[in-house]
């Protein structure tokens, strides 16, 4: 009997159509920011609805760093992010001078917890970044309320949550300021590096695209289709170098329009895993708490109960050992020296998030699975758990 080959945790979905956009644009000549950005942003615009601009970005750290720019964080200020997520929801904060202020997430979801944020509130807060942890939207309406009570501005780091409604309503078209998308490699849609800034507001819009750049007011696209002398420009402020090139917007126009196929796939495969693991001693990620609201799957997250007579780690040693690619969402940020150190961090504040932690473990979930292959990694889990 043959061993089965190793089962990646996460592999991109690139098809004929991406590869062939690609090569047009090595041919064309145009390799930057150009015409293929301005059609994928269009696209991408289009497709979350709702009146929104959206602009293309090399990744979605970028996007988070000037969103909250845009929105005014600056020095001394404070913004409240969840301990349960990944460092860039963090880091953006630190790099305008700003100190991200951590809080414990709520117990069914892992996503942010409004009381928490509530209860993080100082004179100095100026913004909250809720993440639509594993692609379920946050408690949206409480967290938007508590902003709106304290003037607070509210950036949604939707890395995960596409496409995901909250409400019937589309993430990235909710009342907040402005949504951060990820086409990080193994996110539900890709370009290798890249992400999307979106937002109703024309002002922060423009603001981002000024910031994007350089801080130049017109883009070297821009001056070259247009009248004006191509040479001309001007910078109106110390901006950043944050444009996506057409070489993966050609990847994005491709993947946005396949983005319905992905998720519909992701959704059915999330169904057949809490179907087929039901029953044993796993904690299985939350739905949407509205029928009929839409997760995005970008995470399979379960967690081992105490019952299972098995530790997080050994579990995905042994998954490893059948082949079987498995990860950790998140280690908190009030583990990580960086944070845990300069701000005096202890899992004890965090007690949802550490328990979390300590019995997480991501199932690979995307679109390059087949149904066998998700036999495979339900099969193993149940042998392991049933030992
Ligand atoms: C992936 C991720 C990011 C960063 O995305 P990049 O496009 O890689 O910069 C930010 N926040 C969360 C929660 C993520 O998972």
Redesign the pocket.
């Known amino acids: 009997m043959s061993t089965p080959s190793f089962l990646p945790f996460a592999l991109p979905d690139i098809g004929e159509e991406e590869i062939a956009e690609v090569v047009d644009a090595l041919r064309s000549g145009w390799v930057t920011t150009g015409p293929k950005t301005r059609q994928f942003e269009a696209d991408f615009a289009a497709f979350i609805g709702g009146g929104v601009e959206a602009i293309a970005v090399n ?3 970028a996007g ?1 760093h000037l969103a909250l720019e845009a929105v005014g964080v600056g020095p001394g200020d404070e913004v409240i992010v969840p301990s349960y ?2 460092t ?2 963090a880091e953006v904060v630190l790099y305008l001078g700003a100190n991200p202020v951590f809080v414990d997430v709520d117990a069914a979801t892992l996503n942010i917890s409004p009381d928490a944020v509530r209860a993080a509130i100082t004179p100095r807060t100026r913004a909250i970044v809720p ?1 639509h942890f594993a692609g379920l939207a946050c408690e949206m309406d409480e967290i938007l309320e508590v902003a709106r009570t304290h003037g607070l501005k509210v950036v949604e ?1 939707a ?2 949550a596409l496409p995901a409604t909250y409400k019937g309503q589309k993430v990235g078209t909710l009342a907040s300021d402005v949504t951060v998308f ?3 490699a193994n ?1 539900t849609m890709t370009t290798g ?3 999307m800034v979106v937002s109703r507001h024309a002002d922060l819009i423009a603001r981002c695209k000024v910031m994007r750049l350089h801080g130049i007011s017109r883009d070297a696209f821009d001056r070259y289709v247009s009248k004006t002398p191509a040479w001309f420009y001007e910078v109106v402020a110390p901006g950043f170098k944050y444009n996506m090139p057409d070489t993966a917007a050609a990847m994005g126009i491709h993947q946005l329009r396949r983005l319905e196929g992905f998720a519909r796939r992701r959704e059915e495969m999330a169904t057949r895993y809490d179907r087929e693991l039901a029953g044993l001693p796993l904690h299985l990620p939350a739905r949407p708490a509205q029928a009929g609201d839409r997760h995005a799957w970008h995470l399979y997250p379960v967690r081992l109960l105490p019952e299972s007579g098995i530790g997080r780690d050994d579990f995905i040693v042994r998954m490893a050992e059948a082949g079987i690619g498995c990860s950790v969402h998140f280690i908190p940020l009030h583990r990580h020296p960086v944070w845990r150190d300069a701000y005096g961090l202890t899992p004890a504040q965090f007690p949802v998030a550490d328990a979390a932690f300590a019995a997480e473990v991501t199932l690979p979930l995307y679109t390059r699975m087949t149904d066998e292959d998700q036999t495979r990694v339900i099969a193993t889990v149940r042998t392991l758990l049933s030992a």
Request: glycine share 10%; no cysteine; hydrophobic share 35%.
């Open positions: 990744s979605a750290t988070l997520t990944f860039a929801t993440v780091d890395a995960h990820s086409f990080y996110k590096e890249g992400g």
